[in-house]
């Protein structure tokens, strides 16, 4: 299926194409200047180009609007991530009846934050204790609580990760610097209807007197994937 | 359908790769792509499963070669064109065939906030009822249907305990190929990590993956 039937005569012939339609446009597409040029993933040079192409394409036919694709990205980038989920997290921490909603009905609960919207709609938050260690994958595609923890990290949709966690938690743990005592019940959620999983980390010790913000600042994305604990800064001091 | 998505289990991929402060889009190009795929399913000429479907049914090699945003770069270049909406030399061109009649967009500055809140179906239907209980011994049947499914490789044929029951969902298997939302209960299932794995699995651990009631049968 698709293009990638296509021989390299075609493709070429694709690329010129592209690459032409690109500087003919007359559609204004908004080129974003904060470009990390990254080397960890084998992407052609000529993607950019392709995409560009793909957009000024879809705006000259009408089919999308450029204004509300900016304003989807700002999204992702700047309203949505992992300090949503921190939040719900150090809430749960402080106050209990919040943490029971939160683990009962957790779409309610995350609602009462004010984060609610596309895959987060059935969240479910599981929680961590001395005895049970929680960890999410999706090992078909890349399912994340996207209102809680924003858009998933490279690694959480790279291959090792979706293939291991389920067959070898404690490794993919270890590799996190999480080493769990053989008595702490590891339990693997896989992702593959339209659930999506919050690990609720375990709150630790030497937080007693702080306020939820502080707390908040503690919890990372990766202890909410539940592939790290939450814990203190090196200094031990306060956030 | 079996392809290398299903990654479950698999062994030989090597560590996880982590970058420290990841940004959320690593190239503007990949902010782009994420937003043409959801705007252009806004048309609802396909669904969440379809879009599944056209990645698992990349080229095995080209689905691990290449990076998720590429992967979805392929999938709606080879999507518009199959649904119309883009000819195929429309993209080798990069211009609308000439006497093409401008569309209005549906995914605006207006409706994308109801479009990104729209969420996923799923409800309580008291009509369609669950198969298995709470507490319920199943197995998951050993199906290799060369479609759409969320049934990973993994989990066939092994035996597990109904956790939960999270209501009524749209059966994927169906609904990628326009078949029907065919709407059933799906349930967190606890498969012991020995039962998938073996003895030498740690005898404390678990798997729970969520099911639909077609995936499941009496033990």
């Not at chain 1, 879809?58 to 999308?64: D, F, I, P, W, Y």
């Not at chain 2, 698999?10 to 990841?22: A, F, H, L």
């Not at chain 2, 990628?176 to 939302?181: K, S, V």
Request: hydrophobic content about 35%; aromatic content about 8%; overall charge neutral.
């Amino acid at each position: 299926m698709g293009d990638s039937d296509k021989g390299a005569v075609d493709r070429r012939e694709f690329l010129k194409g592209i690459a032409a339609g690109a500087v003919t446009g007359a559609t204004q597409v908004t080129v974003h200047t904060q470009d990390h040029q990254h080397d960890h993933q084998d992407v052609p040079s000529d993607l950019a180009l392709r995409v560009k192409a793909l957009e000024s394409l879809l705006v000259e036919k009408g089919l999308v609007d450029s204004s509300a694709l900016d304003a989807l990205i700002d999204t992702m980038e700047h309203k949505v991530g992992p300090r949503n989920g921190a939040r719900v997290v150090a809430r749960a921490w402080i106050d209990q009846a919040y943490k029971k909603r939160l683990l009962e009905d957790a779409p309610a609960a995350i609602a009462e934050m004010g984060y609610s919207s596309g895959q987060g709609d059935h969240m479910v938050v599981v929680e961590n204790s001395p005895k049970v260690h929680n960890l999410i994958v999706c090992t078909l595609c890349s399912c994340y609580p996207w209102p809680v923890l924003g858009l998933p990290p490279v690694w959480y949709k790279s291959a090792p990760y979706r293939s291991r966690a389920v067959i070898d938690p404690r490794g993919i743990l270890r590799e996190f610097g999480t080493t769990l005592p053989d008595e702490v019940e590891v339990r693997v959620w896989d992702s593959t209807a339209e659930l999506r999983y919050l690990v609720l980390p375990e709150r630790p010790s030497g937080t007693e007197g702080m306020t939820e913000e502080q707390l908040a600042a503690l919890v990372t994305r990766d202890a909410m994937v539940g592939v790290t604990r939450v814990t203190l800064p090196p200094s031990g001091g306060r956030a | 359908m079996n392809s290398v998505h299903d990654m479950g289990g698999q062994q030989g991929m090597g560590p996880v790769s982590y970058e420290k402060d990841e940004p959320v889009f690593h190239a503007s190009w990949e902010g782009r792509i994420y937003a043409l795929n959801r705007a252009m399913r806004a048309w609802r000429k396909w669904s969440l499963d379809t879009d599944r479907y056209g990645l698992e049914t990349m080229r095995p090699l080209d689905y691990l070669r290449m990076s998720y945003y590429e992967r979805w770069a392929h999938r709606l270049e080879a999507q518009l064109v199959s649904f119309g909406f883009v000819t195929r030399d429309e993209l080798q061109s990069g211009t609308p065939a000439p006497g093409t009649v401008r569309a209005t967009p549906v995914f605006t500055l207006a409706t994308a906030s109801s479009w990104l809140n729209r969420g996923i179906p799923s409800s309580r239907e008291p009509a369609i009822r669950p198969s298995f209980k709470v507490g319920q011994r199943v197995r998951a049947r050993n199906i290799n249907p060369t479609g759409h499914t969320r049934l990973p490789r993994y989990a066939r044929g092994k035996a597990g305990v109904i956790m939960r029951d999270h209501g009524v969902y749209v059966f994927p298997d169906t609904n990628a190929h326009f078949q029907g939302e065919n709407r059933q209960h799906v349930y967190s299932v606890r498969f012991t990590a020995r039962e998938l794995w073996g003895d030498s699995a740690s005898q404390r651990d678990s798997v729970y993956i969520d099911m639909w009631d077609d995936y499941l049968e009496r033990l």
